[in-house]
């Protein structure tokens, strides 16, 4: 299982560090990344880092705001969101394919776990 945390409210120009954890594991060898939903909206890629080689994609509206990252154990995943604007507000899930395909996770979605998410949101 996955768990995040960090989401919370923060002003238009703010950060905020999101950390997902898997229960009794580590990321090693796995594929993973960070998604966005916001009602009404379909879900959005934000970032994703293949845990093996350190490879990192970013969509366009996060690239140079967020960095992506884990600690040296990779026992967590990070996303680091600076310079936050309101269309960032979303519930933020992250996700992790012990397979490794990173390719499928960041152009399908495909993943093999998905934590619930959690909420960011971004005041004018």
């Known amino acids: 299982q996955l768990r995040e945390v960090g989401g919370g409210s923060v002003q238009a120009g703010g950060s905020l560090r999101l950390s997902c954890t898997a229960s009794?594991?580590?990321?090693?060898?796995?594929?993973t990344g960070w998604f966005r939903q916001t009602p009404g909206k379909e879900r959005e890629r934000v970032a994703a880092?293949?845990?093996?080689?350190?490879?990192?994609f970013y969509s366009d509206s996060v690239l140079g705001r967020f960095t992506i990252s884990t600690d040296k154990e990779k026992k967590t995943l990070y996303l680091q969101m600076n310079r936050l604007t309101p269309e960032d507000t979303g519930e933020y899930f992250c996700v992790a394919d012990r397979r490794g395909y990173l390719r499928q996770l960041w152009d399908r979605s495909l993943a093999d776990h998905w934590g619930r998410g959690t909420q960011v949101t971004v005041y004018p």
């Open positions: 009794g594991s580590s990321f090693h060898g796995f594929a």
């Open positions: 880092l293949f845990m093996v080689d350190g490879k990192e």
